[in-house]
């Protein structure tokens, strides 16, 4: 028997942007299955989509969001539609939170949220006629094998649990395909993948579990956390960007500012990075390339890595990530494209993770990029940092080049030395006094000037 929990019809302007509506409702003890559904109108306007979701908290914290596509949706203790999470219906107040991201300016704009309930009884028979495919999670995931050396990964990938088109079978597969050692999982705002995830077969991969932390104002990637993160940024909410890179780091992940140079709204609500009061210090990478380096996506890159840059002129020493933002197959998005490369003692969660924040990165489409600094017989790679004092040699070699490429050494950003490459080879540079700051090596296509690889710095440190 279904039983109207809560029916509400609501109209929004584009002054409602950013802020949020939240509709309480009753679960009572014999609810054994919920369902939302939850509808906008007009759903675009123009070239434009609103950017408006529904999320559902339980009395004790967030219960995820329904996946593109997904509604109406259901919960139940034991399985749920993509982007929620299965487990008790607790009985007391939980809320359908309606996220206004981001109402387009034009006609007046409606949605409809529908919430019902079906009792113990009708839930028992609905569960037997789909059992369900989920297993508990069996954390950590994956392997821990010795041996120090770079390891190969994708830092930003999407599936159906939020706006991805392929399931996380499809996106293992693309990642094998792709040959990776690690790769995480970041659906936005939503964890749910991460139980079907626990249930595959890794077979010598490693995945970690995260969440694209997708505020109004900027996505923040949380890579090694298995809890839900509060998202959602003032409005009546209290969040602060502090408090949710604190929320990561307290969780145990990472907190990477992701695409920093995106586009805002109308084309991309959210996407642009416009929290500019975080405090660099608490952020441990940014995600300064994102997906392939082409066309318009090549410009929000560059942007990208001038927001990176431009911190390390700050002298903060900001490792950098990279990330495909893979959400299925398809033209525009491949698994990593481009691959995250990280020097670390073995492939385990704690190793990577460790790795990434000490700034032993670098991000590739492909070619093989070393940066290494020698002196008095002792070599240092990226992440290091070396004293002012006495003459220093940097070195930078490349392999695996797929055309003619320009390789560069950057010090505080203006480049030391250059190097015309056609497959392979390398250039250095020695200084008798080296200069404080940071060091780094990037590869270009020497026709279309495009990225090709960039690593994190090395450093010198101020005498
Ligand atoms: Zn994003
Ligand atoms: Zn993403």
Redesign the pocket.
């Known amino acids: 028997m279904a039983d109207t929990l809560l029916s509400i019809r609501e109209v929004i302007t584009h002054a409602d942007s950013r802020t949020f509506r939240g509709h309480p409702f009753t679960v009572g003890p014999d609810v054994g299955a919920l369902h939302l559904d939850f509808h906008v109108e007009p759903r675009a306007v123009g070239p434009y989509e609103q950017s408006i979701k529904v999320a559902l908290f339980d009395p004790n914290g967030s219960r995820g969001l329904p996946g593109r596509g997904m509604l109406p949706a259901r919960l139940t203790p034991r399985e749920a539609t993509p982007g929620l999470l299965p487990g008790p219906l607790t009985p007391g107040t939980w809320t359908a939170e309606v996220c206004l991201d981001h109402v387009l300016d034009g006609p007046p704009c409606t949605y409809q949220l529908d919430v019902w309930a079906e009792t113990e009884a009708g839930a028992a028979r609905a569960a037997e006629d789909h059992p369900s495919p989920l297993v508990s999670p069996a954390l950590p995931l994956g392997v821990s094998s010795a041996g120090p050396r770079w390891y190969a990964g994708d830092l930003h990938m999407h599936t159906v649990h939020s706006d991805g088109r392929w399931t996380t079978a499809q996106l293992l597969a693309a990642v094998r395909r792709r040959g990776l050692d690690f790769f995480a999982l970041t659906d936005h705002n939503t964890q749910s993948a991460l139980r079907e995830l626990a249930a595959a077969d890794l077979a010598g991969l490693l995945a970690l579990p995260g969440v ?1 932390v ?1 505020t109004n104002a900027g ?1 923040l990637l949380a890579i090694g956390v298995e809890r839900p993160i509060d998202w959602r940024l003032g409005a009546g909410r209290g969040g602060t960007i502090d408090a949710i890179v604190r929320d990561v780091h307290d969780a145990g992940g990472l907190a990477i500012i ?2 920093p140079g995106s586009l805002g709204s109308p084309v991309c609500h959210g ?1 642009a990075w416009e929290l500019t009061d975080v405090a660099p210090a608490q952020i441990d990478a940014v995600e300064a390339w994102n997906g392939p380096w082409r066309g318009e996506d090549a410009d929000e890159n560059e942007r990208s890595l001038l927001f990176w840059r431009e911190w390390l002129g700050r002298c903060y020493r900001t490792p950098a990530s990279g990330g495909s ?1 893979a959400h299925g197959p398809g033209a525009d998005f491949e698994a990593g494209v481009p691959t995250l490369q990280v020097y670390a003692p073995e492939l385990s969660r704690a190793a990577i993770l460790e790795a990434i924040r000490a700034g032993r990165t670098v991000v590739t489409s492909g070619p093989t990029l070393r940066l290494s600094a020698v002196r008095d017989g002792d070599a240092y790679t990226v992440g290091d940092t070396l004293a002012a004092a006495g003459p220093v040699t940097l070195e930078a070699e490349v392999s695996a080049l797929g055309e003619p490429a320009r390789l560069r050494l950057l010090c505080n950003g203006a480049v030391i030395a250059e190097q015309q490459l056609d497959g392979e080879g390398g250039c250095a540079h020695t200084s008798e006094q080296p200069v404080p700051g940071w060091y780094a090596a990037e590869v270009r296509s020497a026709d279309t000037a495009r990225l090709l690889a960039l690593t994190s710095p090395l450093y010198v440190a101020a005498p």
């Open positions: 694209e997708t996505h992701a695409h996407c933002d």
